[in-house]
């Protein structure tokens, strides 16, 4: 099993920056990859960045290169940079863990891009 904690989401203006964390507890040595998901109301839930073990990563079409996965192996925490925030991003971010047969999804971080 493993638990996904999220934290950093809260309330941005438009043009500014967020971080978000999601550490890894558990078996996480089962984990080839983690990623950032988000579903905006309404909306299906899309990738926003993904990022392996062999630290290849890939991003959703709505990234445009303002976000940025990162991790720190030592913390098993994945780290996602977003900058240039937009109204469009308001969203539930959600941490995924991906391990052989199965994904683990976080409690979700909401963010809201407002003025």
């Known amino acids: 099993q493993v638990q996904l904690v999220e934290s950093g989401g809260g309330l941005v203006q438009p043009g500014g920056s967020l971080r978000l964390s999601c550490a890894a507890s558990?078996?996480?040595?089962?984990?080839?990859?983690m990623g950032w998901y988000r579903q905006a109301p309404g909306k299906q839930r899309e990738l926003v960045a993904r990022i392996t073990s062999g630290d290849y990563t890939n991003y959703g079409d709505s990234d445009k290169g303002r976000f940025t996965i990162s991790r720190d192996n030592v913390k098993n925490t994945v780290y996602l940079q977003m900058n240039s925030l937009k109204p469009e991003d308001t969203a539930v971010y959600y941490c995924?863990?991906?391990?052989?047969?199965?994904?683990?999804w976080g409690q979700g971080a909401q963010v809201t891009v407002s003025s």
């Open positions: 995924k863990a991906d391990s052989p047969g199965r994904g683990y």
């Open positions: 558990g078996s996480t040595f089962s984990i080839y990859a």
